[in-house]
């Protein structure tokens, strides 16, 4: 059986590195995914049904619009949820960035204060 220089060089890598950087690039992959909540938020769109200017021709479209309706106005409130947290993630975010500049100011001002003897 014969194998390309391609096959046995991706062999020899996963010897060498035990397959680590498959492993690797998953977890960065999945740590991106999970961090980045702007992949979950999706725009609810209006139902055509809702836009149209004529009355509705039955009974049967009626009840199908509502039920449109109904749906859209949960596709809302989840877009709302999601949208919420994605904010709520952000003043979290904000808070901690401004804690780490507080810090490293403090720090430098603790330095600058050793080095003149105070």
Known sequence: MR????QQSCRNMQKITGGCMLR????ICAALVLSSPTFACSEASVPYCAERHSEFDD?????RCKRDMESYKS???????CRNAEAEEAIEEAKRDNEEAIDAYNDAVASFNRRAGR
């Open 3 to 6: 194998m390309d220089i391609r």
């Open 59 to 63: 009974e049967w479209e009626f009840d």
């Open 24 to 27: 690797c690039v998953m977890a």
């Open 75 to 81: 596709e809302v409130e989840e877009y709302l949820t």
